[in-house]
C-alpha cells in the first residue's frame, strides 16, 4: 500500500514538475516573441500585453511590468470569484514569469526588423507556440482569459464574445498611436498565432467531443463534473462481446480542457478506453448559443 501511494504521489510530482516547465517555457517564449518581433515594429498583441505595448510606445514605461500591473486586478479577482485555484495559481507563475521575461529579455534579444512578412509571421508562430505551452501546462497569461472565465461565470458571456470584443477594442485603439499599417499587421499576427494555439495544445478542431467506456463510471462521471466543470451524458451501450449491459460517458471540451480531462481519467482509472473526436461546431450550453446560429 506504501510503495503504491508513493508510486503516486512520485508520478504526480513529475506531472507538476513538468507542467511548470512548460509553464516557464511558454512563457519565456511569449515574451521573447514581444522583444523580437512586436515592440520593435510597433505591432500591437492582443489582451492586456496590447495594452502595456500602447504605454510603451506612448509613453516609454517598461511593457513587461505594465503588463503584470494591468494584471495583479484581474488576478486577484480571479482568486476572489473565479473559482480553480489550481489554474489561477499556474496563471499568476505564469504571468509574472512572462511579464519579468519582456523586460528582463529585451536588452539581451536583437530587434529584428524588415519584411513586414517576416515579423508578422514569426511573430505569431512564437506567440502561439509559446501560449499553447503555457495551456499544456494547464494554466494561461492571464489579462482577457480571466475577464473571459468571469463574465462566463456569472454572466454566462460566451469566450469568444469576450475575446472578439476585448481585442478589438484594444486594435481600434492602437490605430491613433501606432498607425493603421501596423494595426492590421497585428491582424495577421494574432490570427497565426491563434491557429498555432489550437495545433500545439490539441490540433485543428475547435473542441474534442470524448467517449469514454469505463468500469468506474461514476468515479470519472464526478470528476468530469467537479474538476473540469462541464456536462456529462451518460449512454446506455453494450459490450459487442460480452453483451453485458455498460454505460458510456460522452462529454464535449475546448481545447484547453482536453489536456486536464485526460489526465483526470488516466488517474481514476488507467484502463479506460477512451475515444477523442473532433468537434468542428459546437452549440449549446458552455458554448456558441443555438439562438444565435437560426
Known amino acids: 500500500m506504501r510503495k503504491a501511494v508513493r508510486r503516486i504521489l512520485v508520478r504526480r510530482g ?4 513538468g507542467d511548470y516547465l512548460l509553464l516557464t517555457a511558454g512563457a519565456l517564449i511569449v515574451a521573447a516573441g514581444v522583444d523580437l518581433f512586436l515592440t520593435p515594429n510597433h505591432v500591437v498583441s492582443a489582451g492586456v500585453t496590447g ?4 504605454a510603451f510606445f506612448l509613453w516609454k514605461w517598461p511593457v513587461g511590468l505594465v503588463t503584470l500591473a494591468l494584471n495583479v486586478p484581474l488576478l486577484v479577482a480571479g482568486l476572489r470569484w473565479g473559482g480553480g485555484y489550481k489554474v ?3 496563471t499568476i507563475y505564469a504571468t509574472v514569469v512572462m511579464s519579468f521575461g519582456i523586460d528582463l ?3 539581451l534579444l536583437p530587434a529584428i526588423h524588415g519584411d513586414p512578412l517576416i515579423y508578422t509571421i514569426f511573430g505569431g508562430l512564437v506567440d502561439g507556440f509559446g501560449i499553447g505551452l503555457v495551456l499544456r501546462g494547464r494554466g494561461t497569461t492571464g489579462g482577457t482569459d480571466i475577464i473571459a472565465q468571469l463574465l462566463h461565470r456569472y454572466r454566462r458571456i460566451p469566450f469568444g464574445q469576450v475575446f472578439l470584443v476585448s481585442n478589438t477594442l484594444i486594435l481600434l485603439a492602437a490605430i491613433p498611436v501606432v498607425g493603421l499599417v501596423p494595426v492590421l499587421y497585428a491582424l495577421i499576427v494574432n490570427y497565426i498565432s491563434s491557429r498555432v494555439l489550437d495545433t500545439v495544445v490539441e490540433g485543428l478542431g475547435y473542441a474534442r467531443s470524448v467517449l ?9 462521471r464526478e470528476a468530469i463534473l467537479n474538476q473540469v466543470g462541464r456536462g456529462v451524458t451518460v449512454l446506455q451501450g453494450w459490450g459487442g462481446y460480452s453483451r453485458e449491459p455498460r454505460p458510456v ?3 464535449v471540451v475546448s481545447r484547453v480542457q482536453i489536456m486536464a480531462l485526460k489526465r483526470i ?3 481514476v482509472d488507467p484502463l479506460a478506453f477512451v475515444v477523442v473526436s473532433e ?3 459546437v452549440l449549446g450550453e458552455g458554448f456558441r448559443p443555438v439562438a444565435g446560429e437560426a
Not at 14 to 17: E, G, H, N, Q, T
Open 88 to 90: 489561477l495559481l499556474r
Open 105 to 107: 529579455l529585451q536588452p
Open 279 to 281: 468537434a468542428h461546431e
Open 249 to 251: 460517458l460522452y462529454v
Open 14 to 17: 513529475f506531472r507538476l514538475a
Open 212 to 220: 469514454i467506456v469505463s468500469k468506474k463510471t461514476e468515479e470519472v
Open 265 to 267: 481519467i488516466a488517474e
Open 51 to 54: 495594452l502595456a505595448m500602447l
